[in-house]
């Protein structure tokens, strides 16, 4: 009897050990953050609806814009458009690609076909204009556009137009390894905030995955 409880005894203290070394499971990435729009909408052609209520019209083919917020007021003048493909989980989509306009448009995008999920930030106006990792970009007295890119991190896109008290932020998340001896990955998604200082209740918020849903008229 007392060689048995001492099996299970050593047993118990043989497990996190295992585990930590692969002899075990270990924890499963988190799963993205369903979306959950508070504002705009999910689209099947170039069609949304605005903050106020009103239906709008985006300049696009039709079907491939997933996402659309807009502010549209001679003291507001902005827009954000999001772009979703195939998710990593079964019947769900990516958001994998934001643009923020504002007279020039700065995107940024997850190459979905490259495993190391690179993501690549350019300033389009007259040229297109690279943002490299560390950098800051002044656009004249009010714009700013910074992309953090430290390693074992988020990768984090800063948009700030500082007269209308604008912000946009764009994140790809570092998904830490679930083992020792693993390497940590980036996320095949991004995330979109935007932060309104002159009109708190506009925020809006674009986040993770899209669940596959019928989608209106």
């Known amino acids: ?59 696009s083919t039709g079907g491939n814009v997933t996402i659309v917020a807009n502010y549209d007021r001679p003291e507001l003048k902005w827009s954000l458009v999001g772009k979703a493909g195939v998710g990593s989980d079964i019947l769900t989509e990516s958001l994998y690609s934001v643009s923020w306009a504002f007279g020039a448009v700065v995107k940024a995008e997850i190459d979905t076909t490259n495993d190391a999920n690179p993501l690549s930030v350019n300033l389009y106006g007259d040229k297109v204009v690279p943002i490299r990792a560390g950098k800051t970009l002044t656009l004249g007295p009010q714009v700013t556009i910074s992309y953090k890119a430290d390693r074992a991190c988020d990768r984090t896109v ?8 604008v912000s946009v932020v764009i994140t790809q998340k570092y998904l830490k390894p679930v083992r020792r001896y693993q390497k940590g990955t980036y996320a095949d998604y991004l995330s979109a905030g ?18 596959v849903l019928p989608l209106g008229p």
Do not use: C, Q, Y
């Open 1 to 59: 009897m007392r060689a048995v409880l001492a099996f299970a005894l050593l047993s118990l203290l043989a497990a996190p050990a295992l585990a930590a070394w692969g002899g075990g499971p270990g924890p499963k990435p988190p799963r993205p953050p369903v979306f959950k729009p508070l504002h705009g909408a999910i689209l099947a052609d170039s069609r949304a609806v605005n903050f106020a209520g009103k239906r709008i019209t985006w300049a």
């Open 158 to 165: 800063t948009i700030t137009v500082r007269n209308i008290g």
């Open 194 to 211: 935007v932060k309104i200082a002159k009109a708190p209740g506009m925020n809006e918020t674009l986040t993770g995955v899209l669940p």
